[in-house]
């Protein structure tokens, strides 16, 4: 495959390495390496029972952060190849992309962040790259998942300015208003892509959003009249899977051809020129604008739907108890994060919390606050 990548794609054979120095793969690229590493990894398998949307016993068949991250990969590597670029970096950081978020998705992270609002703050790309630099414990001879340059660039979406001067050569984008690889670029999009249309998919499958609704929405409206025009007798289930399917071939597309056309107007030629560029991955115009439009019918609709903001209420409440309860007494901790908490008590408290998925977090709070009864 690598004489079909473009000359500036992120190339395996002149990846800036790693932290620690290892030997060459054999029989796999440097990318394929951390894919790899990130599949095996503990974090990886926490995402099946981490939120999306909705708390992960809400329902069996509504996304996780697992099921979001493998959308994520799939879609990512579909506009990688017709762009030419390394589709193995784009799944690696797709992969990779959530590891270091909370339990119940935005509104742990949200609560978390205020809890730690004394104390450096808490932004979950960031703890994702904590999580592969240095909380997974796997391997003998460095902490983490000593993933390339590449991978901890593209994991590290977004950053502050001041945890950004902490982060040394991944952190300097941030300071010099630089660009990521084009391949984080698009796992950036694909991630919007996902989120979207599967929240769409799940508010309906929810019932707490109807085609009804949708119908004033551009994007899901013209695809759904396409379907129900082809497809008059067709079940609301396999109504909604159609619709939904075209509304991201439609942005996978677009997003092919805006950025293919961007790409030839900066005419790149290695990837320190993309990195010097303005970004080179975006939609066209006029889908940016439906794609924001879909954005705000699911926030107003679905993320402030009373049901969604009650889950989110009660997931809250746990993190910041839980978060008070370490904090008073660090003993309170598991063993492994009671050494931590000797070095820097609250950065080990969010560690662990942030490592909890749903289940297990409802289970800490019942642990500490629920009265056993005689």
Do not use: W
């Not at 995402?47 to 909705?54: H, N, P, R």
């Not at 989120?195 to 994007?219: F, K, P």
């Not at 020129?273 to 006029?286: G, H, K, M, T, Y």
Request: contains cysteine.
């Amino acid at each position: 495959m690598a004489e079909n990548i473009a000359p500036y794609a992120a190339l395996s054979a002149t990846s800036r390495g790693r932290r620690c120095h290892e030997p060459t793969p054999s029989g796999r690229s440097e990318f394929q390496r951390d894919r790899d590493r990130i599949i095996h990894s503990t974090a990886f398998r926490r995402l099946e029972y981490k939120t999306q949307v909705f708390v992960n016993h809400e329902g069996d068949l509504f996304r996780t952060r697992l099921t979001h991250s493998l959308e994520v990969a799939q879609i990512g590597r579909t506009i990688a190849r017709n762009l030419r670029l390394d589709e193995d970096l784009v799944e690696a950081v797709a992969l990779a992309h959530d590891l270091g978020h909370t339990p119940f998705g935005h509104a742990g992270q949200d609560e978390l962040n205020e809890c730690m609002k004394d104390y450096g703050g808490f932004e979950h790309n960031l703890q994702s790259l904590r999580v592969v630099d240095l909380l997974e414990e796997r391997y003998a001879e460095f902490d983490g998942l000593n993933l390339t340059f590449e991978s901890r660039e593209g994991i590290l979406k977004h950053c502050s300015p001041q945890n950004a001067a902490t982060l040394g050569e991944v952190g300097e984008r941030f300071l010099h208003n630089r660009r990521p690889s084009l391949e984080a670029q698009v796992t950036n999009l694909a991630d919007e892509i996902a989120y979207n249309n599967h929240d769409v998919d799940d508010g309906l499958r929810s019932g707490l959003i109807t085609l009804d609704q949708l119908a004033e929405v551009s994007l899901f409206a013209r695809h759904l009249k396409t379907v129900r025009g082809l497809y008059p007798s067709l079940d609301s289930r396999r109504l909604i899977h159609e619709t939904v399917r075209r509304m991201i071939n439609t942005l996978a597309l677009d997003l092919i051809g805006q950025s293919t056309e961007n790409i030839a107007a900066a005419a790149p030629g290695s990837i320190d020129d993309v990195r010097q560029a303005p970004p080179l991955i975006a939609f066209s115009p006029a889908i940016r604008e439906e794609q924001q439009e879909l954005k705000r019918f699911l926030r107003t609709h679905l993320y402030r739907h009373y049901r969604v903001m009650r889950m989110s209420s009660k997931a809250r409440r746990i993190v910041r108890e839980l978060f008070r309860a370490f904090l008073d007494d660090f003993r309170l901790l598991p063993p492994q994060f009671q050494e931590k908490a000797e070095h820097d008590k609250t950065r080990a408290i969010a560690d662990y919390i942030a490592g909890m998925t749903d289940r297990y977090a409802i289970r800490e709070y019942r642990r500490l606050f629920a009265v056993e009864e005689d």
